[in-house]
């Protein structure tokens, strides 16, 4: 977290504004020498006393210029010089009223804090989230380079970065953005506010405490008497002051924290992390609801910096490489990437014993997933160590931001959001995850957070493992496929191995009825593309020998109105998808024809066309693809 983030701390009210300020004592406010005190729990217990304001009631004109300073404090972002822009982004942009669905329609989504040299432009999102977006083609360039180190690093330059985390770095956010019409919004905002019904309106409920952070904003910017008013119309409609403000001043702290756990992940500074998260609880307090969850992280990572004993290893049938492993684990600089091939359901112990890492050195995970099934003793060793290390590659989490402030969380909504939340994970947690997509089915998997211990999870991956131990990687494959599990097949399929693509094909041409499987079949042809011909003429040879028959399975685009359609249609797709015709000339194909085509005939090419142009992009970038598909 930088300093010149603007969540990098609260800052400074200028006390030549404070001075201008003439506020009505009827409103929120706590009096003149509010502002003043120097704590900032009375920062938010000042900003609270604003539900004493009636509600209900024909709105008043009032000034909240006192409020919105005192979210300032607290870390609002500072957007008085600011552009507000329509930012196009794809999901990364979305913002939460757009993702809603609810009113109101705005023409803009954020603000452009600052661009750096590069093009790079530093964005506030839904008032409190900051990214960074580049221009398309700066993000293209910025991927090339990457991909290109990564090559190098395969091919054995020396690098000596531990490949756990090597792939591992944020992708490039690339959009384009102009500016939007600020005036515009803020009548939008008032005129939604003003016809929504008081007190009854969830989806005004629903974004408070957003709307109200775009209303301190634009109060900061000078637009005062329209900022007055829509807050007054805020706590009208929602009817709750204190949740309205509640919304606000958790969305301030979710925020907060995220960066603070971004700085983490990126710094690998323990104590700074530590620190950032006393500061938190000390400034919001009881009203922040993810405060008791936070605290547990506080405590976790307290007992990580204390000194004390060597964690030990135990169990049965360990070896010096296990322990060799667990010391790398336990290191305060390792990172464990949850993008890793051994958090992808139980597959990571098909790989070849051995085989190197895509890039850099081996990492504890790329030596877990080399051993195989001889790795499992040491993961069921592993299942009670609490030790914490640092995580990379999480998704971007989410919270819910309406609440009132009295209504803490409950000791299995903290368990819940503690399962997800972004934070350090033990190592025992990283074993946890490892053996769950290994043994447990996908039902057991599906309720593993509330129904599986840490012991019957050791129970489970020692039977597994007493029964498996000596299979071979075509045993253990057979195995994976006759299971049915999803996230196995569906990883599988997309494999450049050898030995994975005629397992699958086995798997697919095998059965009482092909038509069972077409879906999957119909994918691992579009991923295979060319490759895939010999396959597919055995798998219509299958198909044929069926009697006519609706078919089981959907097949997206390639559905027809009779069933004798359905499978002629899938037959044609299959071959499409293997013919030497290129991306290119499918598209020049299309362009040229003289009348525009049939739906059907659209729907016809489709399939072939993205298969021919993802297989392009894969061929282009490969090994690497499969960080792209």
Same mark, same amino acid.
């Given at each position: 977290?930088?300093?010149?983030?603007?969540?990098?701390?609260?800052?400074?009210?200028?006390?030549?504004?404070?001075?201008?300020?003439?506020?009505?004592?009827?409103?929120?406010?706590?009096?003149?020498?509010?502002?003043?005190?120097?704590?900032?729990?009375?920062?938010?217990?000042?900003?609270?006393?604003?539900?004493?304001?009636?509600?209900?009631?024909?709105?008043?004109?009032?000034?909240?210029?006192?409020?919105?300073?005192?979210?300032?404090?607290?870390?609002?972002? /500072?957007?008085?010089?600011?552009?507000?822009?329509?930012?196009?982004?794809?999901?990364?942009?979305?913002?939460?009223?757009?993702?809603?669905?609810?009113?109101?329609?705005?023409?803009?989504?954020?603000?452009?804090?600052?661009?750096?040299?590069?093009?790079?432009?530093?964005?506030?999102?839904?008032?409190?989230?900051?990214?960074?977006?580049?221009?398309?083609?700066?993000?293209?360039?910025?991927?090339?380079?990457? $991909?290109?180190?990564?090559?190098?690093?395969?091919?054995?330059?020396?690098?000596?970065?531990?490949?756990?985390?090597?792939?591992?770095?944020?992708?490039?956010?690339?959009?384009?953005?102009?500016?939007?019409?600020?005036?515009?919004?803020?009548?939008?905002?008032?005129?939604?506010?003003?016809?929504?019904?008081?007190?009854?309106?969830?989806?005004?409920?629903?974004?408070?405490?957003?709307?109200?952070?775009?209303?301190?904003?634009?109060?900061?910017?000078?637009?005062?008497?329209?900022?007055?008013?829509?807050?007054?119309? $805020?706590?009208?409609?929602?009817?709750?002051?204190?949740?309205?403000?509640?919304?606000?001043?958790?969305?301030?702290?979710?925020?907060?924290?995220?960066?603070?756990?971004?700085?983490?992940?990126?710094?690998?500074?323990?104590?700074?992390?530590?620190?950032?998260?006393?500061?938190?609880?000390?400034?919001?307090?009881?009203?922040?609801?993810?405060?008791?969850?936070?605290?547990?992280?506080?405590?976790?990572?307290?007992?990580?910096?204390?000194?004390?004993?060597?964690?030990?290893?135990?169990?049965?049938?360990?070896?010096?490489?296990?322990?060799?492993?667990?010391?790398?684990?336990?290191?305060?600089?390792?990172?464990?990437?949850?993008?890793?091939?051994?958090?992808?359901?139980?597959?990571?112990?098909?790989?070849?014993?051995?085989?190197?890492?895509?890039?850099?050195?081996?990492?504890?995970?790329?030596?877990?997933?080399?051993?195989?099934?001889?790795?499992?003793?040491?993961?069921?060793?592993?299942?009670?160590?609490?030790? $914490?290390?640092?995580?990379?590659?999480?998704?971007?989490?989410?919270?819910?931001?309406?609440?009132?402030?009295? /209504?803490?969380?409950?000791?299995?909504?903290?368990?819940?959001?503690?399962?997800?939340?972004?934070?350090?994970?033990?190592?025992?947690?990283?074993?946890?995850?490892?053996?769950?997509?290994?043994?447990?089915?996908?039902?057991?998997?599906?309720?593993?957070?509330?129904?599986?211990?840490?012991?019957?999870?050791?129970?489970?991956?020692?039977?597994?493992?007493?029964?498996?131990?000596?299979?071979?990687?075509?045993?253990?494959?057979?195995?994976?496929?006759?299971?049915?599990?999803?996230?196995?097949?569906?990883?599988?399929?997309?494999?450049?191995?050898?030995? /994975?693509?005629?397992?699958?094909?086995?798997?697919?041409?095998?059965?009482? /009825?092909?038509?069972?499987?077409?879906?999957?079949?119909?994918?691992?042809?579009?991923?295979?593309?060319?490759?895939?011909?010999?396959?597919?003429?055995?798998?219509?040879?299958?198909?044929?020998?069926?009697?006519?028959?609706?078919?089981?399975?959907?097949?997206?685009?390639?559905?027809?109105?009779?069933?004798?359609?359905?499978?002629?249609?899938?037959?044609?797709?299959?071959?499409?998808?293997?013919?030497?015709?290129?991306?290119?000339?499918?598209?020049?194909?299309?362009?040229?024809?003289?009348?525009?085509?049939?739906?059907?005939?659209?729907?016809?090419?489709?399939?072939?066309?993205?298969?021919?142009?993802?297989?392009?992009?894969?061929?282009?970038?490969?090994?690497?693809?499969?960080?792209?598909?």
């Amino acid at each position: 977290m930088g300093p010149h983030s603007p969540l990098a701390a609260p800052r400074a009210v200028n006390p030549h504004t404070l001075a201008a300020v003439r506020p009505n004592p009827a409103t929120f406010l706590v009096g003149p020498g509010g502002f003043r005190r120097a704590a900032t729990r009375l920062t938010v217990a000042a900003l609270l006393a604003m539900a004493t304001a009636p509600t209900g009631q024909a709105v008043p004109a009032r000034d909240y210029a006192v409020g919105v300073a005192k979210l300032s404090q607290l870390g609002l972002p /500072d957007v008085r010089q600011a552009t507000y822009v329509q930012l196009e982004a794809g999901y990364a942009a979305a913002g939460e009223l757009a993702m809603y669905g609810n009113e109101p329609k705005l023409s803009g989504n954020a603000w452009l804090l600052t661009t750096k040299p590069d093009g790079t432009a530093v964005m506030l999102l839904d008032q409190v989230r900051v990214i960074e977006v580049v221009p398309p083609a700066l993000a293209e360039a910025r991927m090339k380079a990457r $991909l290109e180190a990564m090559s190098r690093a395969a091919a054995g330059n020396g690098a000596t970065v531990e490949s756990d985390a090597a792939e591992d770095g944020p992708d490039p956010v690339a959009g384009k953005w102009k500016e939007a019409d600020l005036a515009a919004d803020i009548r939008a905002v008032t005129e939604y506010l003003e016809k929504s019904d008081a007190g009854s309106d969830y989806a005004v409920k629903r974004s408070a405490g957003l709307l109200f952070l775009f209303t301190a904003q634009v109060h900061s910017r000078g637009q005062s008497a329209e900022a007055n008013r829509m807050m007054a119309l $805020l706590f009208e409609k929602v009817g709750d002051s204190r949740a309205v403000l509640g919304a606000a001043i958790n969305r301030i702290a979710d925020a907060q924290y995220q960066e603070a756990y971004r700085a983490f992940a990126t710094s690998g500074n323990w104590t700074q992390y530590l620190a950032a998260m006393e500061a938190q609880t000390a400034r919001f307090g009881t009203v922040w609801r993810q405060a008791p969850v936070v605290a547990r992280v506080r405590e976790a990572v307290r007992a990580q910096l204390a000194p004390g004993t060597p964690a030990t290893l135990a169990g049965d049938g360990l070896t010096e490489e296990d322990r060799r492993i667990a010391g790398l684990l336990g290191r305060s600089d390792a990172v464990v990437s949850l993008r890793h091939p051994v958090f992808g359901g139980g597959t990571w112990v098909l790989q070849e014993p051995g085989a190197s890492p895509k890039s850099g050195q081996p990492g504890p995970l790329d030596l877990i997933q080399q051993r195989g099934t001889a790795a499992i003793p040491l993961l069921i060793a592993l299942l009670g160590d609490g030790r $914490l290390v640092r995580t990379s590659g999480e998704s971007s989490q989410s919270f819910p931001h309406f609440s009132s402030d009295d /209504d803490p969380m409950e000791d299995e909504e903290i368990e819940r959001t503690w399962a997800n939340f972004p934070r350090p994970q033990a190592i025992g947690e990283v074993a946890r995850r490892i053996l769950a997509g290994l043994v447990l089915s996908e039902e057991e998997a599906r309720g593993e957070e509330g129904g599986i211990t840490p012991e019957v999870l050791a129970q489970k991956s020692q039977a597994w493992y007493s029964q498996h131990k000596s299979d071979d990687r075509a045993a253990l494959r057979r195995l994976f496929l006759a299971s049915g599990r999803q996230e196995v097949i569906w990883r599988m399929l997309r494999s450049s191995e050898a030995a /994975d693509q005629e397992a699958m094909e086995a798997y697919l041409l095998v059965g009482k /009825d092909p038509l069972e499987r077409l879906s999957v079949a119909v994918e691992y042809v579009r991923f295979r593309g060319v490759g895939a011909r010999a396959f597919v003429e055995r798998y219509v040879a299958e198909l044929n020998k069926l009697p006519v028959a609706t078919p089981a399975a959907s097949t997206g685009p390639v559905q027809r109105s009779s069933p004798e359609g359905k499978l002629a249609a899938v037959i044609k797709t299959l071959r499409e998808l293997v013919s030497e015709t290129t991306g290119e000339q499918l598209l020049q194909e299309l362009l040229a024809v003289e009348q525009p085509w049939s739906e059907e005939k659209l729907q016809q090419i489709a399939p072939s066309l993205v298969a021919r142009l993802a297989g392009r992009t894969r061929r282009r970038c490969a090994p690497h693809c499969y960080r792209l598909v």
